[in-house]
């Protein structure tokens, strides 16, 4: 079966500069795929491209065999392409809910006036999206705080937020960059195990990630980035006992 998500011979030069040189990969339905390195590896501009935020400089980004290169960032997102940040971007006065609930917004069928008119169809569509919202919450041990305003909460809980509008956008394909930085074991492996579940509901999972430990007990196959080019690839296993992996990555 061939990979949901496709990087063929990828790259970005700023001013002449690569930032990304030449990255293949493949992002396979139903698995975890990771993507480490050193921090100013290129890691992120990789998703800006696969997000349709940065054009290519050169390559192909598929997309269930479609060359979906030169397509903007909203139709990627209608296309199931769905991604969190490093940085949280949140709605921090709307409550929790309603935060994730914008997730849904892509999937919303009744028309505007349907909705300001109050017609069944509007109301019948809304309980189906919050009842599914109510869904993530509780996958992501969050149902308590479903009316707490988002800003309110803490680092760790803001993350969950954040993910939890990704997935509501009913990905084919999530790009997590740094989904547990600033977490502790616990808080990461409770993670662990939801985005196990994802995979397992048959979404391709890319993850950029720094804990090594996490990645290491999620990632079926890891690429290694280093200064834009890919300098190793393959099981988790193998790819960290690397040497060229420990020198420029790991640590000696």
């Known amino acids: 079966m061939s990979a949901t998500l496709v ?7 700023f001013g002449g500069v690569p930032a990304v040189d030449g990255v293949s990969l493949e992002v396979p339905a139903g698995q975890i795929t990771g993507l480490i390195g050193p921090n100013g590896a290129g890691k992120t501009t990789v998703v800006n491209l696969i997000t349709g935020i940065l054009h290519l400089t050169q390559g192909r980004v598929l997309l269930d065999g479609q060359d979906v290169s030169k397509v903007e960032a909203p139709e990627l997102a209608r296309a199931g392409v769905a991604r969190t940040f490093q940085n949280i971007r949140l709605v921090p006065d709307a409550s929790v809910l309603d ?3 914008v997730g849904f917004h892509r999937h919303e069928m009744t028309s505007l006036w349907a909705n300001l008119l109050g017609l069944p169809s509007a109301r019948a569509e809304a309980r189906q999206m919050r009842d599914e919202a109510m869904r993530l919450l509780a996958r992501f041990e969050m149902t ?6 988002a800003g309110g909460l803490s680092y760790g809980h803001q993350r969950r937020i954040e993910m939890m509008r990704a997935l509501a956008t009913r990905p084919k394909v999530l790009l997590l960059d740094e989904p547990v930085a600033g977490m502790n074991d616990a808080e990461a492996e409770s993670l662990a195990h939801i985005f196990r579940k994802v995979a397992d509901d048959g979404v391709a999972v890319l993850l950029i990630e720094h804990n090594m430990r996490f990645v290491m007990s999620l990632c ?19 790819v960290g006992r690397d040497p060229v992996v420990v020198e420029a990555y790991l640590g000696a």
């Open 7 to 13: 990087l063929e011979n990828v790259a970005r030069h």
């Open 99 to 101: 935060n994730v609930l």
């Open 144 to 149: 308590e705080f479903a009316d707490h305003r």
């Open 220 to 238: 079926s196959r890891l690429y290694v980035l280093a200064s834009g080019r890919l300098i190793a690839q393959g099981e988790p296993e193998a």
